[in-house]
């Protein structure tokens, strides 16, 4: 394949990053070595040897390993353990370990006529100082060495910037309060200036110029890690920050567009504050709003007591239900609120019967009817539902059958329990047959009387409705 030239082809800064690396061929674990601290490596390589910027093991030419055998194919990511990666994050000032196994081979497809290095025209790496590069022109840059000129020049501006960097501008970060941030941002730092990263290439008089970088590094690391210093140096950079805006806003005072934009920016930051204060007044509210409501359940809950005392369980009752439509599913006090409306609920269904049984013996009907009812309705109890559904089968045939369907069911579940005596399941057959027989359901009203037979016998109550089922 033809010699590539790289400055023609769509490759990102990294990608060109690690294509200015390689300036002989080399296995993937030198070229590895070389580009410490370069994100997403073994994407920047696959995507280089895809667009022809280097050749793989399969295609390189001259890429043989040892004993004159070829290269095995594909491209192997070094891998190294987790332990490995967390003694070099505990360890920066320690210079990389070079692995000196051969691995695959990578080759370079550089032009033949090409004189200038591809690492001229390469982007300041990412991490190092922030900081205003020297001019291309400047005469303390060496273009025969191993590093590229982009990064000779920011490392030439971060030290004549000298200590007039604060400590986040020499991290290439900027201000922030997160420790495990400003801890990485020193390690990939660390990386890139640390001499021995660079083992056996010509660093020309750059070595004690990254010496004294990286030492200012540490000191900018050491003084970060200090809570008060990196608050000091936060509030320097905010003042600064601060002086700069104002100058640009001299600066461009009669820029329409520059005034359009600075007052889009005034009114964002006041809606955003406006909701910041609406979302702490909310919260206050809350907050208020759950001790008063507290403070309420528990009044309702002494007034249903007093209640229950003076013998008015319904009223009690009501006044529980309001307690707990207060409160949210599944908090410990609306539990609470829920087992105090059962014990209620039977309180309030004991007396219904009560009422509804002399009701009943006073020939009132209709209204032993709804007392049975509601007692049904309140404390759904095996014999509150048998006597609804006997009583209401005159009166509401639809509402009678309903209780008649809960008898069934809750005699079901004591029959399961060993709970029900044959005189018990009789009395609710007989009952289901009463309300079917009044709801129209012939089939299953005759099906239930044949089975209270079986449990009660001939009985005079069971013998009639028998005999108007035989009629029917």
């Known amino acids: 394949m033809s010699a590539v030239d790289p400055t023609t082809l769509p490759l990102q800064p990294q ?42 093991p399969e295609d390189a030419p001259a890429a043989d390993a ?66 205003e590069l020297v001019p291309e022109n400047d005469a303390r840059l060496e273009p025969d060495i191993a590093l590229g000129i982009e990064f000779q020049r920011c490392v030439l501006a971060a030290l004549d910037a000298g200590r007039k960097l604060n400590a986040f501008r020499v991290l290439g970060i900027g201000p922030t309060e997160d420790e495990r941030r400003i801890k990485r941002a020193f390690h990939a730092l660390s990386r890139k200036l640390h001499p021995d990263a660079y083992f056996g290439q010509n660093l020309g008089r750059y070595s004690p110029r990254l010496e004294r970088l990286f030492t200012l590094a540490k000191l900018s690391f050491t003084t970060l890690k200090d809570r008060a210093k990196r608050d000091a140096v936060m509030s320097e950079w905010f003042e600064e920050e ?10 461009h005072r009669h820029n329409p567009e520059f005034e359009l ?40 809950r002494a007034q249903a007591l007093k209640e229950l005392d003076a013998g008015r369980a319904g009223e009690a009752l009501s006044v529980l239900h309001r307690a707990k439509g207060m409160l949210r599913p599944g908090s410990a006090l609306r539990e609470q609120i829920e087992a105090e409306q059962e ?9 219904a019967y009560s009422r509804a049984v002399r009701a009943r013996k006073e020939k009132r ?21 048998v006597e609804a559904a006997i009583s209401m089968a005159a009166h509401d045939p639809k509402r009678g ?11 079901a579940r004591r029959q399961a329990e060993g709970r029900a005596s044959a005189a018990v399941a009789g009395r609710t057959h007989y009952a289901a047959a009463v309300a079917f027989h009044a709801a129209g359901l012939m089939t299953s009203a005759r099906s239930e009387a044949r089975q209270a037979e079986e449990f ?5 109550d069971l013998r009639a409705l028998l005999k108007r089922l035989a009629v029917q």
């Open 15 to 56: 990608e060109f990053y690690i294509f200015s690396q390689m300036t002989e061929v080399m296995t993937f674990a030198d070229l590895k070595t070389r580009c410490v601290g370069v994100g997403d490596f073994d994407a920047g390589v696959a995507r280089l040897i895809e667009l022809g910027a280097i050749t793989g």
């Open 401 to 411: 059958r309903e209780h008649a369907m809960g008898a069934l069911s809750e005699l």
């Open 365 to 385: 009907s209709k209204e032993a009817a709804a007392l049975f009812d509601e007692a049904a309705s309140i404390a759904p109890s095996l014999e509150y539902l």
């Open 343 to 351: 014990k209620v609920a039977k309180v309030r269904g004991k007396e």
């Open 242 to 251: 601060s002086q700069q805006s104002e100058e640009r806003t001299v600066s």
């Open 261 to 300: 934009a600075r007052q889009k920016a005034a009114e964002l930051r006041r809606s955003k504050r406006n909701r910041d204060r609406s979302r702490d007044r909310a919260r206050r509210r809350a907050s208020t709003n759950v001790d008063d409501r507290d403070q309420q359940v528990e009044a309702l």
């Open 66 to 131: 040892p004993g004159g055998e070829p290269a095995e194919g594909g491209v192997e990511t070094e891998q190294r353990s987790a332990d490995e990666q967390e003694a070099d994050e505990d360890a920066p000032d320690r210079a990389p370990e070079r692995k000196a196994e051969g691995g695959r081979t990578l080759a370079p497809r550089l032009r033949s006529d090409s004189s200038a290095r591809v690492s001229d025209a390469l982007p300041d790496p990412s991490g190092l100082p922030d900081v």
């Open 456 to 460: 009660l016998g001939d009985t005079p």
